[in-house]
């Protein structure tokens, strides 16, 4: 039997009758589209329970599957590395962060070199990139938006790593309404326009790459790589969007968790055991945050409690920004014929971030108000975004790994499986897999003299088709900042930088509340050894060690 819920009650309206599908010819490659968001969490656009409304996500998930079970790696560039290369961000070469460009001259990357290859922060030439061998196999490559894979050397910006066309920031953050770090192609550019607002450019530059394909009647299929900075700090929303959700945050932080996760239930998207994870009562410095315990939203006085509403509204807005601009993306390629055979992923890089005290760190006066200031995000919001998980941004327990990913290719799916939700576990290189696959695109044996290593991603196609067997039968590991995990069917294995492991199952305990580590020993073990395997493997070296790569000598 097939493991998935019942699907979504909204209409779709993008997909062609199974009918008519059924009656085609073999098809053609597909195009394939990898939308990315920053900083979101797992609860919140609508189709996964969550306050923000964002229709044309939904419809997404209507006409797609949404996957209950899908792990990111916790951070920006380390999820990027693996999305770009389908293996270990160590593998690639951005085992912790990638670094700004210093100014001094004439270069740093030699300094970089003597580092070991896993913590260089950017992507490693001695690996390939996905655009590269989709390329190879003959697709155009596009990229709009944010790169951070590494900007101090012109030789691993996107057009160096196999995208024909870019627009977008190198670096890891950005204004919205005024970045400094844009470019077309290789060539450093202003923004243009008096309501220039990044989500929105990064739309349009994408559009306009795919009609001008269209339009030279390009027979390749492409790839487009769409990576929104929304909604990572500074926040800033557009003043109509702000206004939308002005007032609706005020019933609070534990009234609205309560909401999502009884949504979450309903949409079959969490078992019906699943319980809050409880609300942070220890200092943020137990995890390496600032700020101390989220307050009950009652003990805040009226004027904090209006601050919080707003910041909120800023989130919120900023990504119903993105859901308005994807709508725009679904209307050019339903209106063009390609919308049937276009494979669509749409996730988020890693849960909520709490780098903020837990209310933030922002201006009343400038919050929410077109180019101007900016915020950030505090922790008791990112509990509610990362509804019903503990922890954040940064960690391997859920909050921190669990993206809330949708597949869209209406040819490539089951029509019996529209709007349903897969609960096989999976995790990113599996995106890498898949698009490789229905590319015709082959990971090479050797570059540069060395061999490539082996990807531990799996093809989806399987479970599109309605196949019931699990995507990995061997233990997945994940690395950021020490923090780990290892996955293996219902078990998860977790633990904090330099704190011993913790073992949850995850049939029975998916907000990781009970650690069964001292009860089930031989499991602990056993995954235990299957982490320092695959970390020897991958290039991880001890946090203690490896937080010093990140960094300049001289800036130590």
């Known amino acids: 039997m097939y493991p998935v819920v019942p699907r979504l009650l909204f209409c779709l309206g993008l997909v062609l009758p199974a009918a008519a599908i059924a009656a085609e010819p073999t098809p053609a490659r597909p195009n394939v589209i990898l939308i990315l968001v920053d900083d979101m969490g797992w609860g919140n656009v609508g189709c996964f329970g969550g306050t923000v409304e964002t229709p044309n996500i939904d419809r997404l998930a209507s006409g797609g599957v949404r996957f209950n079970q899908f792990y990111s790696n916790a951070r920006c560039c380390p999820t990027r590395a693996v ?46 990139t996905l655009p590269e061998m989709l390329r190879e196999a003959g697709y155009a490559t596009f990229m709009s938006g944010k790169w951070h894979l590494g900007s101090d050397n012109p030789a691993h910006w996107p057009v160096q790593r196999g995208f024909d066309r870019f627009y977008g920031f190198l670096e890891g953050t950005s204004q919205y309404f005024a970045p400094e770090d844009l470019h077309r192609g290789n060539e450093p550019i202003q923004p243009q326009g008096e309501r220039y607002y990044t989500t929105d450019a990064f739309t349009q530059e994408a559009l306009g790459f795919i009609r001008e394909h269209r339009a030279a009647k390009d027979a390749r299929p492409f790839f487009l790589y769409l990576a929104y900075n929304a909604p990572h700090f500074p926040m800033q929303a557009m003043p109509e969007d702000f206004a939308k959700y002005r007032g609706r945050y005020r019933v609070g932080w534990d009234v609205l968790r309560e909401k999502i996760l009884a949504r979450q239930k309903e949409l079959g998207l969490v078992p019906a055991n699943t319980t809050l994870a409880p609300r942070p009562s220890t200092p943020g410095n137990k995890l390496g945050l600032p700020g101390g315990p989220v307050p009950a939203w009652s003990d805040l006085t009226p004027q904090q409690q209006d601050e919080m ?7 919120s807005g900023m990504i119903d920004r993105v859901d308005q601009n994807i709508g725009k993306l679904l209307q050019d390629l339903q209106a063009s014929g390609e919308l049937e055979n276009t494979l669509i992923f749409f996730l988020s890089d890693n849960g909520a971030e709490a780098e903020a005290p837990e209310l933030g760190r922002f201006q009343m006066s400038n919050l929410g108000q077109y180019g101007k200031g900016g915020a950030r995000y505090g922790r008791a919001w990112a509990t509610v975004s990362n509804t019903p998980f503990r922890d954040y941004k940064h960690f391997a327990h859920q909050g921190g790994v669990q993206t809330p990913l949708i597949v869209h290719w209406p040819r490539g799916l089951k029509p019996e499986l529209r709007g349903q939700v897969v609960t096989q576990f999976g ?12 590319g015709g695109a082959k990971r090479p044996a050797v570059r540069q003299g060395q061999p490539v290593p082996a990807s531990d991603g799996e093809n989806l196609q399987p479970v599109l088709q309605g196949g ?6 061997t233990p997945v590991c994940i690395e950021h900042e020490g923090n780990r995990l290892v996955r293996d069917g219902r078990w998860k294995l977790v633990g904090y930088a330099n704190q011993p492991w913790e073992l949850y199952d995850m049939e029975t305990d998916r907000s990781e509340a009970h650690d069964v580590a001292k009860a089930q020993p031989e499991v602990v073990a056993r995954l235990s050894a299957a982490y320092g395997a695959w970390a020897a493997r991958a290039g991880v070296r001890p946090w203690s060690e490896a937080r010093k790569y990140s960094v300049y000598p001289d800036e130590r």
């Not at 389908?86 to 580092?115: C, D, I, N, W, Y």
């Not at 995790?427 to 229905?438: R, Y």
């Open 83 to 128: 999305l770009m290369t389908g293996l270990a961000p160590h593998q690639a070469g951005v085992g912790h962060m990638t670094f700004r460009r210093t100014g001094k001259a004439p270069s740093r990357m030699e300094e970089r070199m003597q580092v070991p290859a896993s913590y260089r922060g950017f992507l490693s030439e001695a690996v390939p």
């Open 468 to 473: 019931s067997a699990p995507l990995h039968r």
């Open 309 to 315: 509403d707003a910041i909120m509204a800023t989130y």
């Open 427 to 438: 995790f990113l290189p599996d995106i890498v897999e898949t698009c490789l696959a229905v």
